[in-house]
């Protein structure tokens, strides 16, 4: 589907509709910091944030956000503002009177968690939404008074007990749970509305994004869509999961506002969204710039990715999904350990003659021959179960292909290649994302192949394993679920994360999030097997799974801790002697 959403007003810059892909990013400083969060601010305008959002975790932080606001605008930048708000429907009232937008989570909005209820009567379900929308009303008043906008944020992780009772921690529970607010915002006649359904999976954030964008067109609420793998990490896994992610969405014209989460400095985050953004806008003779989903990304067809294909040597069937690196007419399989081994097939062009040889062959179909031939190429690949085929072409061809695979019911192995040859290692990252990357979320393909002009394999098979992560194909590696911090973060977030992975790097299929509070930790990193989370001023608690098992530890000591606890849990194992 195509998303059409309304247009809103974040003060004076115009979200949604055919307006550009408004880019934003978060200080990460302590709101009471005037001098240093202004400091940061203009840092990320700079970089390209065309809204800066800021952290409000209580009444004196709100309150400041007009101080901060004052400087801005001494200095000379205009940008919106959005505070950011948990917990305090009193902080968010304040901020409404001062900035331009306030984000609220639905899941802290709801009433406190019943210890031992797990189900809720029709009557009580009914009673508990009426107090949500009474405790919502006073601020939709002042945000109509002000013309504040409003953000609805949903987490996945931070549902509401009482959702959780009747979804689970799924996608639709986040869909509900942003729709309830929604309603009761379009009810009372507010408009001036975003929504946002965030999480560290990517898949989970792009089948809950798609979701609400189906309901929200069904019942006349197309409200703008703010995107974002929220807890992403950093380095090359934190922008291949944001570029998937995000960009999986814009390419059914969903998603009017995106942020890419790195735990990095925040103005590291604008070029990675420049990047993913540039590829969906269109620049006009006039010097303006309109939304246009550049041709070889839009998705037109659904595609249901998951189909049995038998081997083709180590390729399909059962083997795991591959990374094959290109150069020239050889092909090469990359193992997750480095190594690199000649792929057994013999390469063929689609169209050309098809040897008698006893080598297994793979057939290269390209955009053009894809369009014209496919009936063709769908006769040659029923002649012999033991071709692979390697699609270098479009997202409209790959699905036109697969498409054609499973109703010819052909078990081909399929490997999914960008029709673009990168130039760096930045716009690899963001073509192999984007596309094969939106058919990876979706189930298809057994493989994919890389092919970049200057890249070393070392770089090629990092990229090509890490999409395959990002993209829960496969797992080869630690994940770590870890926040960007905000004003809320009372440890060195960036160093802790670092020596983490130092020390777990070799821990392949263990989740760890590190986030920096403990008010979006606990819920953000759901699934992580176990949690570094900040408790305090250089405190720290850790978790096993969901359940906090050691409290207050100084952040000194607090990694060293967490090894012991992987230990304990039976969870480690030494690394491999190089």
């Known amino acids: 589907m195509i998303y059409h959403s309304r247009v809103v007003s974040i003060g004076g810059l115009p979200l949604g509709g055919d307006y550009p892909i408004r880019i934003q990013s978060m200080t990460n400083t302590n709101t009471l910091g005037t001098r240093a969060t202004v400091d940061q601010a203009i840092r990320m305008i700079e970089a390209g944030s065309e809204l800066v959002r800021i952290t409000a975790p209580g009444p004196k932080e709100a309150a400041n956000l007009g101080v901060i606001k004052a400087e801005l605008i001494k200095r000379g930048y205009r940008v919106p503002l959005i505070a950011d708000i948990h917990f305090n429907p009193g902080a968010a009232e304040i901020a409404a009177r001062l900035v331009e937008k306030v984000r609220i989570n639905p899941g802290n909005y709801s009433d406190r968690p019943s210890p031992g209820k797990n189900s809720w009567s029709v009557q009580e379900y009914q009673l508990e939404l009426e107090r949500i929308a009474e405790k919502l009303t006073p601020l939709l008043g002042i945000c109509r008074e002000y013309g504040t906008a409003i953000r609805?944020?949903?987490?996945?992780?931070?549902?509401?007990?009482?959702?959780?009772?009747?979804?689970?921690?799924?996608?639709?529970?986040?869909?509900?749970?942003?729709?309830?607010?929604?309603?009761?915002?379009?009810?009372?006649?507010?408009?001036?509305?975003?929504?946002?359904?965030?999480?560290?999976?990517?898949?989970?954030?792009?089948?809950?994004?798609?979701?609400?964008?189906?309901?929200?067109?069904?019942e006349g609420l197309n409200y703008p869509l703010h995107l974002g793998v929220t807890e992403a990490g950093d380095g090359e896994d934190g922008r291949l999961k944001s570029a998937s992610g995000i960009g999986a969405l814009l390419a059914r014209g969903i998603g009017?506002?995106?942020?890419?989460?790195?735990?990095?400095?925040?103005?590291?985050?604008?070029?990675?969204?420049?990047?993913?953004?540039?590829?969906?806008?269109?620049?006009?003779?006039?010097?303006?710039?309109?939304?246009?989903?550049?041709?070889?990304?839009?998705?037109?067809?659904e595609i249901n990715g998951k189909r049995e294909t038998a081997a083709s040597g180590p390729l399909?069937?059962?083997?795991?999904?591959?990374?094959?690196?290109?150069?020239?007419?050889?092909?090469?399989?990359?193992?997750?350990?480095?190594?690199i081994t000649p792929l057994p097939h013999r390469l063929v062009h689609a169209g050309q003659a098809i040897p008698e040889i006893h080598q297994p062959l793979m057939i290269l179909a390209e955009e053009e021959y894809l369009k014209a031939h496919l009936p063709v190429l769908m006769e040659t690949l029923a002649g012999d179960s033991t071709i692979a085929l390697l699609a270098a072409a479009g997202t409209t061809q790959l699905r036109r292909l697969a498409d054609a695979l499973q109703r010819r019911n052909l078990k081909t192995p399929l490997i999914l290649k960008s029709p673009v040859n990168a130039g760096s290692a930045g716009d690899l990252i963001t073509e192999i994302s984007l596309n094969p990357g939106n058919l990876l979320i979706d189930g298809a393909g057994d493989g994919l192949c890389l092919e970049a002009m200057g890249d070393s394999n070392e770089a090629l098979t990092s990229a090509g394993f890490g999409l395959l992560?990002?993209?829960?194909?496969?797992?080869?590696?630690?994940?770590?679920?870890?926040?960007?911090?905000?004003?809320?973060?009372?440890?060195?977030?960036?160093?802790?994360?670092?020596?983490?992975?130092?020390?777990?790097?070799?821990?392949?299929?263990?989740?760890?999030?590190?986030?920096?509070?403990?008010?979006?930790?606990?819920?953000?990193?759901?699934?992580?097997?176990?949690?570094?989370?900040?408790s305090g001023k250089g405190k720290v608690t850790l978790y096993k799974g969901k359940t906090p098992v050691k409290r207050g530890i100084p952040e000194n000591e607090a990694v060293e801790a967490l090894i012991a606890l992987i230990k304990e849990s039976g969870d480690w194992k030494e690394a491999e002697k190089v």
């Open 316 to 339: 399909g069937g059962k083997n795991p999904v591959a990374v094959l690196l290109k150069q020239g007419n050889q092909l090469l399989l990359a193992g997750e350990k480095g190594e």
């Open 469 to 534: 992560q990002a993209t829960r194909r496969r797992v080869s590696r630690t994940e770590y679920i870890a926040c960007p911090s905000c004003g809320r973060t009372l440890f060195h977030i960036q160093e802790t994360l670092q020596q983490i992975k130092a020390r777990t790097a070799h821990l392949k299929g263990l989740k760890i999030g590190v986030m920096g509070c403990i008010v979006n930790g606990p819920g953000e990193m759901a699934d992580a097997d176990f949690g570094y989370v900040g």
């Open 152 to 218: 609805i944020g949903v987490n996945h992780g931070s549902l509401s007990q009482r959702m959780m009772s009747r979804y689970g921690d799924t996608a639709e529970g986040m869909v509900q749970s942003a729709l309830e607010f929604t309603r009761i915002c379009h009810q009372q006649g507010f408009h001036n509305l975003v929504l946002s359904l965030k999480s560290s999976n990517v898949s989970v954030m792009v089948e809950a994004c798609r979701q609400l964008a189906e309901q929200l067109t069904q």
């Open 256 to 301: 009017d506002t995106i942020r890419v989460s790195l735990t990095e400095a925040p103005e590291a985050e604008l070029p990675v969204a420049r990047a993913i953004v540039s590829r969906f806008h269109q620049n006009l003779p006039d010097g303006t710039i309109t939304r246009q989903i550049r041709p070889d990304l839009a998705v037109s067809k």
